[in-house]
């Protein structure tokens, strides 16, 4: 009995990984295909490059902010930690965007695209601009 609530533990605290097919359509759901003209592809393309489709990445910058959840939203400007003051644009705390439930960080990440654009994102820019996206969302049923 103890192995089993240890192993269930350890497989929470790794959070959950989705498969891009899966992430597309829950996407695709919230109406992110084509939201401030970014087409669904890109916005996988994006969740991949930033956190491999894991709902609790955490990235510690070296200006000392963190990034958190699946699209890593930077908790300088766009989610409380509780700890540091933020601008907190989106209004929410930072473990909001760490669950499976990815609701918050969707419109988080819509939030932040009305204001900046998808060019806000670095893993963005370094690995799916200018670049022939469609095979994220290739074989999807979306």
């Not at 009995?1 to 269930?8: A, F, Q």
């Not at 359509?25 to 916005?43: E, F, H, I, T």
């Not at 209004?91 to 419109?107: H, K, P, Q, V, Y």
């Amino acid at each position: 009995m103890k192995i089993l609530v240890l192993l269930l533990l350890v497989g929470v605290a790794k959070g959950m990984y989705y498969t891009n097919c899966e992430l597309a359509s829950v996407l695709q759901s919230a109406g992110m295909d084509g939201y401030a003209g970014v087409s669904l592809a890109n916005w996988v393309c994006l969740a991949y490059s930033e956190s491999s489709y894991n709902t609790q990445a955490i990235d510690y910058d070296s200006d000392g902010s963190t990034d958190y959840g699946i699209f890593q939203i930077n908790d300088r400007w766009w989610c409380s930690n509780g700890q540091f003051p933020s601008y907190n644009g989106c209004g929410i705390s930072c473990s909001e965007l760490l669950t499976n439930n990815i609701a918050a960080d969707i419109a988080c990440a819509k939030i932040i695209v009305d204001q900046q654009g998808i060019s806000a994102w670095y893993g963005w820019q370094d690995k799916c601009e200018g670049q022939d996206v469609s095979q994220y969302i290739a074989g999807c049923d979306v």
